[in-house]
C-alpha cells in the first residue's frame, strides 16, 4: 500500500543516500515514494517491468537502453539505492558544489559521470570501446524503419571516422569526450528537481 | 421483549430518517451537519500529527501527486536537435574531417549527443509520468483518521490514535450495518418493484411507476453510502433521444447520477446478484444489456445504441466513455463509439471530495466486494455533479475531434487535467505507433538535409 512507503525508509538510508549522491532530504522521500508506487510487486525493488509500465517510458525510443541503465551487470532487480545512484547522475550541478567534495572521488552527478552515462548508453558490452555495431545499434533505435542500412551505414562510418584519433575503428571514452567537448552537457544530462 | 423494541425501533428511525425521505427526494441536513464536523476533526488531526513531527525534527511527508518532483523542460526534440547542431557541433573546428560542403551550421549530421534527449525524457519519465498515477489513488494533504490513507504512521501520538480508535467503532459498528441494511433494502425494492411493473401493459402510467421505483431505490442506495451530492447546472439535464457522457471514477458513478435523472443503462451482462438485478430492471423499462460476444461486435452496439436514441420515448442513455475508471484527477481518452451515433451528448462532469473516503475503484487492486466494503466503512462519499450544456457533433470535426471537444469540456468544468493516453494502458501495453512517430520525426531531421547534400 502507497501509503506506507515513507515509514519503511529509515533515516540512516536517507543519510547514507544523501551523503552518496546529493539529493536533499524532501527529494529523497518523495522518491521513494516513486520508487514505491513503481513497485507493482511490492518486494522493495524494481524489475524490467516494473520500467516498461511507464507508458512514456515505453515509447522512448532509447527506452530500454535507459532501463539497462539501472541494472548493475547481470542482475535483474534494482533496489532504492541503485535507483537513487542512477538518477544522481541527472541531478544538476550546483555552482557551490564545484568547489565542494562530497565523497571522495567524483561526485555522481559531475561532467564526466554524465558522459560515462551517455557512453554507456553505446557501449552495451561495457569494454570501454564503442564499436562500428554499437553504434549502429543505437542509431537503428533512434530511426526506426525509415532509414535504409546503407544510409545508417555510411552515417556510422562518418562518425567513427571524424572521432577516431587512435586509428583502431572505435570511439574510446577519451575520444567522446573530445567529439562532446563543446556540448553543454551538464545541461542536458540534467533534471530541474525541485526542492 | 427488548430485542423487539429495540428492533422496531431502529426501523422505524430507518423509515422516517432516511427511507420515507428517499421516497420523495426531500432532505434533513443530517449530512450537511456530519460533513462539517468531520472537516473540522481532520484539521484537528492533521495539526496534531504536524506537531508531534516538529517534536521529532522530522518534515511530515507530502505526497508526491500534489507537488511536482521535477520541473519538466517543455523543448521538442527537434529545436533541441537543431540547438545542438547550432553550438555544440566540434566540425566547424575540424574543416578536414568534414566532407560536407553545404552550408554547415544547420547541417544534420548525427551528432553522438542526439541521444542526450531521449535520455533526458526517459529519465524525466522514470521520475514523473502521466499515466500512471492516474490508475491509483489520490493522495490527500490532510489525513482523515482512516488508515487506508495514512503515510505518517509514527507520527501519531496517544490522543490521535485514540481518536483513531473512535473513528473505527463508528464505522464499522455503527456505520457499516446500518448502510449495509439500507443497501439490501435499495436492491430488494428495487429487484421486486420493476418485477411487479413489468407485469403492467407498456404505456405512460408504467413509464412513471418505473421512473419512480428506480429513483426511489437509487436514493436509498445513495443514503447506503452516505452519498452527499452536490447537482450544478439542473437545467442542463439529460432528455430523451439524447446520450449523456460522464467521467469514470467508480461503479457508484451511476447510482449518483440515476438518483437524480433517469437513464437507460448500456452495459454486459453480468451473472449473478447483477445479473438479477439486470434482468428485473430490463423488465420495467428499456436497458441496453450486452451478451459477452456482443460487446466485441462495434457495428452491433452501434446500431442498438443510435436505435435506442431514435425512439424519442426512451430514457437518455448514459455512458462512461472511458471505458475503465479513473482515479478523478484527470480524464482519459474517450472512446469514439458514442460519438458516432450523431444524437445531442449531454456531457456530465463529476468530481468527488477524496477528503472523507476515496470512491476509486482500483480494480487491479481489488476486487468488488472488498472495493463495496471500503466504501461503506469510509466517513461518506462526497461529490459534485455538474451537468454541461448539450454538444453535438459540428460538420467540419470527426467522431474523434468531437471526443476530445466533449472531453476538454468536461475536464475544465470538474478541474481535472485532461489527457491524451488510453484508459486501456492501466493494463494494457501502450502501442508502438508512439514510438514509431519518435522515431519518423528524428528520422526527418538527419535524413532531411541528406537529401540536400550533392554529393556524398
Known amino acids: ?195 | 421483549m427488548l430485542l423487539g423494541i429495540s428492533f422496531t425501533l431502529w426501523v422505524t428511525l430507518l423509515l422516517v430518517f432516511i427511507i420515507v425521505p428517499a421516497i420523495f427526494g426531500l432532505s434533513f441536513g443530517i449530512r450537511g451537519l456530519y460533513m462539517k464536523t468531520l472537516l473540522k476533526v481532520f484539521k484537528w488531526a492533521t495539526v496534531r500529527m504536524e506537531r508531534g513531527a516538529k517534536e521529532k525534527n522530522h518534515l511530515l511527508y507530502k505526497p508526491y501527486s500534489l507537488n511536482s518532483i521535477i520541473a519538466k523542460e517543455p523543448t521538442s526534440l527537434e529545436d533541441e536537435l537543431k540547438e545542438i547542431r547550432r553550438n555544440g557541433s566540434s566540425r566547424e573546428l575540424d574543416g578536414s574531417a568534414s566532407t560536407t560542403t553545404g552550408p554547415s551550421p544547420s547541417s544534420s549530421e548525427f551528432e553522438m549527443s542526439d541521444t542526450f534527449y531521449f535520455c533526458r525524457r526517459g529519465i524525466e519519465s522514470i521520475v514523473d509520468d502521466e499515466v500512471t498515477k492516474c490508475f491509483s489513488a489520490e493522495e490527500l494533504e490532510s489525513w482523515n483518521l482512516l488508515t487506508r490513507s495514512n503515510y505518517n504512521f509514527q507520527h501519531i501520538s496517544t490522543r490521535l490514535t485514540v481518536l483513531w480508535g473512535f473513528g473505527v467503532i463508528i464505522r464499522y459498528g455503527f456505520l457499516l450495518p446500518l448502510r449495509l441494511t439500507l443497501a439490501i433494502t435499495g436492491i430488494s425494492l428495487l429487484v421486486v418493484f420493476t418485477t411487479i411493473i413489468g407485469l403492467l401493459p407498456n404505456g405512460r402510467l408504467k413509464n412513471f411507476l418505473s421512473e419512480t421505483v428506480h429513483l426511489m431505490c437509487y436514493r436509498i442506495c445513495v443514503r447506503a453510502l452516505t452519498a452527499i451530492i452536490t447537482y450544478h447546472h439542473s437545467e442542463n439535464k439529460p432528455k430523451n433521444g439524447g446520450i449523456c457522457v460522464a467521467n469514470h471514477t467508480s461503479p457508484i458513478d451511476v447510482i449518483i447520477l440515476a438518483s437524480d435523472g433517469c437513464y437507460a443503462m448500456v452495459g454486459q451482462i453480468h451473472g449473478g446478484l447483477m445479473g438479477l438485478i439486470q434482468r428485473s430492471m430490463v423488465k420495467a423499462c428499456p436497458h441496453i444489456w450486452f451478451e459477452r460476444l456482443e460487446v466485441k461486435d462495434r457495428h452491433l452496439v452501434a446500431k442498438r445504441l443510435s436505435d435506442h436514441v431514435k425512439d424519442k420515448s426512451k430514457l437518455p442513455i448514459l455512458i462512461f466513455p472511458e471505458g475503465t475508471c479513473i482515479n478523478n484527477t484527470s480524464v482519459m481518452m474517450f472512446k469514439k463509439g458514442s460519438f458516432e451515433i450523431g444524437s445531442t451528448v449531454y456531457p456530465v462532469a463529476i468530481k468527488y471530495d477524496p477528503r472523507f473516503g476515496d470512491a476509486f475503484w482500483n480494480s487491479s487492486k481489488f476486487g468488488m466486494v472488498n472495493y463495496l466494503l471500503r466504501m461503506m466503512s469510509s466517513w461518506a462519499i462526497v461529490c459534485s455533479v455538474w451537468y454541461l450544456p448539450p454538444m453535438s457533433r459540428q460538420e467540419d470535426e470527426d467522431a474523434v475531434q468531437f471526443a476530445n471537444r466533449v472531453k476538454a469540456a468536461i475536464a475544465r468544468q470538474g478541474g481535472l487535467v485532461d489527457l491524451l493516453w488510453d484508459g486501456g494502458l492501466k493494463r494494457g501495453k501502450v502501442k508502438d505507433a508512439f514510438k514509431e512517430e519518435q522515431q519518423k520525426i528524428y528520422s526527418k531531421i538527419l535524413v532531411g538535409t541528406q537529401a540536400d547534400r550533392s554529393r556524398s
Open chain 1, 1 to 195: 500500500m502507497g501509503s506506507r512507503a515513507s515509514s519503511l525508509l529509515r533515516e540512516e538510508d536517507i543519510e547514507e543516500i544523501k551523503k552518496e549522491t546529493g539529493f536533499s532530504h524532501s527529494q529523497i522521500t518523495r522518491l521513494y515514494s516513486r520508487f514505491h508506487s513503481l513497485d507493482k510487486g511490492e518486494n522493495g525493488a524494481l524489475s524490467r517491468e516494473d520500467f516498461q509500465r511507464i507508458p512514456e517510458l515505453a515509447i522512448n525510443p532509447l527506452g530500454d537502453r535507459i532501463i539497462n541503465a539501472f541494472f548493475p551487470e547481470g542482475e535483474d532487480q534494482v533496489n532504492f539505492r541503485g535507483f537513487m545512484r542512477t538518477l544522481a547522475h541527472f541531478r544538476p550541478v550546483e555552482d557551490n558544489e564545484k568547489n565542494k567534495v562530497l565523497t571522495p572521488g567524483e561526485p555522481l552527478n559531475s561532467r564526466i559521470n554524465k558522459l560515462l552515462f551517455a557512453f554507456r548508453l553505446y557501449d552495451l558490452d561495457r569494454d570501454d570501446k564503442i564499436s562500428r555495431e554499437e553504434l549502429l545499434q543505437v542509431l537503428r533505435m533512434m530511426v526506426g524503419v525509415n532509414i535504409s542500412d546503407e544510409q545508417l551505414g555510411s552515417i556510422a562510418d562518418r562518425t567513427i571516422q571524424e572521432a577516431d584519433t587512435n586509428g583502431d575503428m572505435c570511439i574510446s571514452f577519451n575520444e567522446f569526450t573530445k567529439v562532446l567537448e563543446k556540448v553543454d552537457v551538464e545541461q542536458k544530462m540534467s533534471i530541474r528537481f525541485l526542492h
